[in-house]
């Protein structure tokens, strides 16, 4: 399948590149465009970031404060951004609830009645699960990076950045088209509703529609400290096909598969760490390891579709200060950013059912890695996540490099009931 | 009623005055600090009565599961009065209780700590492996609160009070258990067990006793959680979190109705003071728990004997 073709989506301006290049250096001409604003005169909006900065979940919570404090700081230093005629300068709140849902629910209430903050980023999951009741009440713009959080009841819960996990669906496409022999897979995932599960009915219909027949699936606890066994059996198997549906124990997976000797293909949803699994592998073992994340100093982010304000710079901004760091969370959550300021500067306003409405009503809102689309009331029962052209990421030379851009709101649109079967298979909720 | 009696009584209500109107004056954050507070002395305290007896279990906290579980199952699957749920978990904890006596009963001390750690893990297990009608890993969410006259419970002040009142209502009537016959026949079974099956009493349905009423009232304490959450998740009631109950009431100290409640509120308060060397938390949990031990094996509630003794010994030369 090809990539999203322009009739697809409108194409549109970019607001977000315009930021790029504000952030670039043209915060002189800025100013000068606006004499009567001073940096001074700047107003502060504050943005809320109630997510995971330590524990188990912490990969999937700090770099995004990182990430988010670049965005803000470039964004500040040129002067801030106008919204409604006002000048404002943005300021992270953050609160570490450590996914604890008791936690995330006094951080989600701090951040919105102490802080006074205009949105709430989130990871997803119970932490969500715990604060939609008082969230929505309080029309407060949430956004999430699992939409499976998004039910008819959450109208202020949006995942604009992260599809977790349907993005999956483009790499086992692209992967069946360049190797049309592959017949078989397997696939291992954590036992939680939240990512593995979910995960793993995704792949199971992108095989199913690919033609690749699943043979064996595990569901795994989160106490697993010795991998050799599950994967023994999986491999007794003989898949063409080895796919790990969630990240979290990947780089102990990868080396049970060295170890044991797999020579087939190797598919990932994330693989963060992929120096590591270099390291206690090989460059030859991962070598074609497909998965959805790509390093942000990948050549084919520049140009083209990508929403987002020189990705190198920012890879390098961001290992600058925060090296080892990196998780896909580091971009996303200032993506997400990103997102807003384009939507309150449409709203022409900060006050969040306004720049709720003015998302909602850009029929092709700008996605990081292009033009999107509101999607998900066949799924969840609301439109609230964007979803357009994902990358599929192969290692090569020891680099994650993207290999091309496909579409996943295609794929959904054709493929929504097989999606909504499998999930029921799991006993996933489906609207 | 002696003058200390009647001094005792009186503190305690100038304490639930100033309680009455803390909330005013606190920030949202400090105000759900407080409830999430009040809810974890209720569970130090009930704890504390089923160690009365000598043993201690590491089930207590899914105890709590079994009611927060009860109670949200019911008011949002069946549509019960929050009300009604909130009563029929502390039963529905107790039931269980009741039910896991016959096995775990068998065994004393450390066996049964290990036991009751076994069955605890299958409980909570079981609320991940069975998506109906636990939810599986993500448990249950939109959890109704509580509905009174218009009273939006969501909020934290209003919350407060009703946590305030349930708490004290409970920790009254433990209080009072304590100091019943039954409490003082729990005492015995734990320093003169054989003496006490001498004179007819039956030690293994005093155990279980104790038990089964720590275990109700830890299931209103998982209710009043959980209907302020929202949610309820199979993580909440890990052995982690039955770690940090242990730490309280040790820190605190369990030999007297105080000492857990102590340990609750420092240990708290020192919790969220460390908010930001969160990274550092178990550590320094660690070393209090070994400086408890080593130091003040009674706990914080010997602090104040201690510093009387100390003066006394000063005052008195020889």
């Known amino acids: 399948m090809a990539k999203t073709p322009p009739a697809v989506f409108q194409q549109r301006f970019s607001r977000r590149r315009f ?13 000068a465009s606006m004499p009567r604003i001073s940096v001074a005169d700047a107003k502060t909006v504050k943005i809320g970031m109630n997510i995971p900065m330590t524990g188990d979940y912490a990969p999937w919570g700090l770099p995004g404060l990182y990430g988010c404090e670049i965005i803000a700081n470039n964004l500040n230093a040129a002067g801030g951004v106008e919204i409604g005629g006002d000048k404002y300068m943005i300021e992270m709140a953050s609160y570490d609830h450590g996914y604890d ?52 009841d959450t109208p202020y819960l949006v995942a604009t950045c992260e599809s977790h996990p349907l993005y999956n669906v483009t790499g086992v496409e692209w992967l069946a088209e360049k190797n049309p022999d592959l017949k078989t897979a397997v696939i291992i995932t954590t036992n939680d509703i939240e990512y593995g599960k979910q995960s793993a009915a995704t792949y199971k219909a992108a095989f199913e529609v690919a033609g690749i027949d699943v043979l ?14 599950i994967v023994s059996s999986l491999l007794a198997k003989k898949p063409d096909i080895f796919c790990m549906a969630t990240d979290v124990y990947t780089t102990p997976i990868i080396e049970q598969l060295f170890h044991q000797g797999y020579e087939g293909k190797i598919v990932s949803c994330t693989c963060d760490g992929y120096p590591d699994v270099i390291a206690k592998t090989s460059k030859e073992f991962v070598e074609g390891l ?41 971009w996303e959550y200032p993506s997400i950013l990103l997102n807003w300021v384009e939507s309150a500067q449409a709203a022409g306003s900060i006050e969040p059912t306004e720049v709720l409405q003015a998302m909602k009503s850009d029929e092709s809102p700008a996605h990081t890695f292009g033009p999107g689309k509101w999607w998900g009331a066949a799924l969840w029962g609301l439109d609230n996540a964007v979803i357009g052209d994902w990358p599929v990421v192969a290692i090569n030379d020891g680099r994650a490099r993207i290999q091309e851009f496909r579409s996943v709101y295609n794929w959904c649109e054709t493929n929504v009931a097989e999606l909504s079967k499998q999930m029921k298979d799991l006993d996933l909720r489906v609207a | 009623m002696s003058k200390a009696g009647i001094l005792q009584i009186a503190g305690i209500l100038v304490l639930l005055l100033a309680l009455l109107v803390l909330p005013n004056y606190l920030k949202y954050h400090h105000q759900d600090f407080m409830i999430f507070l009040f809810i974890n002395i209720l569970v130090v305290v009930s704890y504390r009565l089923m160690t009365l007896t000598g043993e201690w279990s590491l089930i207590h906290i899914v105890m709590m599961g079994v009611g927060a579980y009860t109670s949200a199952l019911l008011s949002k699957n069946l549509g019960f009065p929050v009300w009604v749920s909130m009563p029929m978990a502390g039963v529905s904890a107790g039931l269980m209780a009741a039910l896991l006596c016959f096995p775990l009963f068998r065994m004393t001390q450390f066996y049964f700590l290990i036991g009751s750690f076994a069955v605890g893990e299958a409980i909570r297990l079981a609320w991940i492996f069975f998506v109906y009608p636990f939810g599986g890993s993500s448990g249950v969410s939109s959890i109704p609160p509580p509905e009174l006259l218009g009273i939006d419970f969501m909020e934290p002040i209003p919350y407060f009070y009703l946590v305030l009142s349930v708490v004290t209502i409970c920790l009254v009537i433990l209080y009072r258990v304590e100091n019943s016959r039954f409490g003082l026949t729990l005492h015995a079974v734990h320093w003169k067990a054989s003496l006490a099956e001498s004179v007819g009493v039956n030690t293994w349905k005093y155990r279980s006793l104790a038990f089964i009423v720590a275990s109700l009232f830890v299931g209103i304490a998982g209710a009043l959680k959980i209907h302020y959450l929202g949610n309820v998740t199979p993580h909440q009631f890990g052995v982690g979190t039955m770690v940090f109950v242990l730490i309280w009431v040790i820190v605190g100290g369990y030999n007297t109705f105080f000492g857990p409640i102590l340990g609750a509120i420092v240990l708290s308060v020192l919790d969220e003071s460390l908010r930001d060397l969160e990274e550092f938390r178990p550590a320094i949990y660690g070393v209090i728990l070994i400086a408890a031990i080593m130091f003040m094996p009674k706990g914080l509630e010997s602090v104040p004997s201690g510093i009387r003794q100390w003066f006394s010994q000063r005052k008195s030369p020889g």
């Open chain 1, 19 to 31: 930021l790029g290049t504000t952030i670039a250096g043209m915060g002189a001409a800025l100013t």
């Open chain 1, 101 to 152: 849902t008791e936690k995330s629910v006094q951080g989600f209430k701090k951040l919105v009645l102490e802080d006074d903050v205009k949105m709430v980023m989130m990871l997803g999951g119970s932490t969500v699960a715990s604060i939609i009741p008082w969230a929505m009440r309080k029309k407060m713009l949430t956004t999430t990076l699992l939409p499976s959080d998004i039910t008819p």
């Open chain 1, 216 to 229: 064996d699936t595990n569901f795994h606890g989160f106490d697993v400290v010795d991998f050799a066994p």
């Open chain 1, 290 to 330: 497909v998965f959805q994340f790509p390093d942000f100093d990948d050549p084919k982010l520049v140009g083209g579709d990508v929403n987002f304000p020189d990705p190198g710079g920012f890879d390098a901004a961001f290992n600058k200060d925060h090296a080892g760091e990196w998780s896909a969370v580091a």
